[in-house]
């Protein structure tokens, strides 16, 4: 068996021991004989499992009594539309600002459902920045101000959330949910797909103050209505559970490493290393502004990119994969994600120094 260090967005690496336990349980869970795939969803077994997970969730960030945890499907995508049918509540608009691609997307959904007012946008800087909050266009009759905490494609970054004043903020952050500690009542919502820093694909996690739900678009699939889903404590629909466990899993194994405080220091000094060398050579280069560099997601350029090519396939031979960047942005994105160990990015930065040195 080999393993390679994987640098993919997402779906991403998973953290070995949690990949190792799976595996022995895969097909009796706990002596019950039963693989979690098979298990009836309405099950004790089962049901002890979701409830373990969200605990430990609640537990890892800090929800607040007043928040859901909502366990659902669909994605970070399939949220862009569902945020907007249950959050409206009977207001004309909600403000967006635009970091990148992830935002974008939401954006145009959010259109579909209700006014979009674009209050920022950094597409000035080709999504490499941040804008100044000073310059935010709020309508403090906004239903909410949605933000992408981290950009997964730019590599753009929020260190700390906006102060948005008394609207709710709306956070999607699919990629740096669970990399660092996060003050729950600043948000009014938090979505994020699972598949970058908490299991496999297939589940939503969904965390929203109490008062914010209850006034869903009379359209909203049922499935999809916050309200439902909480009284149904995330089993309206048949959840996905094997994904469940498998973030139960993980969110033990962060615990484990010292909980969201230990998570970050190991995430920022990881990052530091990967920026320290960009920054110490003019072979590489990483587009985005210093105060907004992602944690989770670096992006870079050779100097020379014709040597494109070369380097992934040189970086692949020595285990280390999934570094092409997204094909909107070019060059390479390294998403290091709490499950990368940090020799996985002293790999990568001893692979550029080799490659420097042998093409520069
Ligand atoms: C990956 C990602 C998405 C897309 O999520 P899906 O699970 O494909 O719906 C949306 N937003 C951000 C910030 C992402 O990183």
């Known amino acids: 068996m080999r393993r390679v260090f994987n640098f993919s967005p997402g779906p991403a690496a998973l953290p ?21 795939m098979e298990m009836s969803h309405r099950g004790k077994s089962f049901m002890g499992i979701a409830e373990e997970a969200s605990s430990l969730l609640r537990e890892l960030l800090g929800v607040p009594a007043n928040y859901k945890t909502l366990f659902m499907q669909g994605g970070a995508i399939a949220e862009n539309a569902i945020v907007p049918m249950n959050m409206l ?16 997307r939401s954006i145009e959904e959010a259109r579909k459902y209700g006014g979009v007012n674009v209050a920022a946008s950094s597409a000035d800087s080709n999504y490499t920045t941040i804008p100044p909050r000073a310059g935010w266009q709020l309508d403090p009759d906004a239903a909410y101000v949605h ?18 004043g008394g609207v709710p903020l709306v ?15 600043r948000y ?14 297939g589940l939503t996690l969904v965390i929203v103050r109490d008062d914010l739900i209850g006034q869903a678009l009379p359209c909203t699939p049922s499935a999809f209505d916050y309200q439902v889903v909480a009284d149904h404590d995330s089993m309206f629909n048949t959840p996905p559970t094997y994904a469940i466990y498998i973030a139960g899993l993980v969110f033990k194994w962060i615990q484990a490493q010292g909980g969201l405080v230990a998570m970050e220091a190991h995430n920022r000094r990881k990052a530091a ?16 502004a210093r105060d907004c560099r992602s944690l989770m997601n670096v992006t870079f350029f050779l100097h020379d990119a014709a040597l494109d090519a070369t380097f992934l396939q040189g970086a692949e031979e020595r285990g280390l994969v999934q570094l092409k960047g997204h094909r909107i942005v070019g060059g390479m994105r390294a998403s290091i994600y709490n499950a990368m160990p940090l020799a996985g990015v002293q790999a990568l930065v001893d692979y550029m120094k080799d490659f420097e040195a042998r093409h520069g």
């Open 16 to 36: 070995e021991t949690v990949l190792r336990q799976a595996a022995d349980e895969m097909l009796d869970w706990h002596g019950t004989g039963v693989s979690v």
């Open 89 to 104: 509540r009977g207001k004309a608009s909600a403000d967006y600002i635009d970091t990148g691609a992830w935002s974008l």
């Open 147 to 164: 933000i992408c905490s981290n950009e997964t494609i730019g590599g753009v970054e929020f260190d700390q959330p906006p102060d948005v």
């Open 171 to 185: 956070a999607d952050m699919s990629s740096s949910i669970l990399s660092r500690p996060v003050d729950v009542s």
């Open 188 to 201: 009014g919502l938090i979505y994020g797909g699972a598949q970058k820093n908490i299991g496999p694909a």
């Open 273 to 288: 290393l990967l920026y320290d060398h960009l920054d110490s050579t003019p072979f590489y280069r990483t587009p985005v």
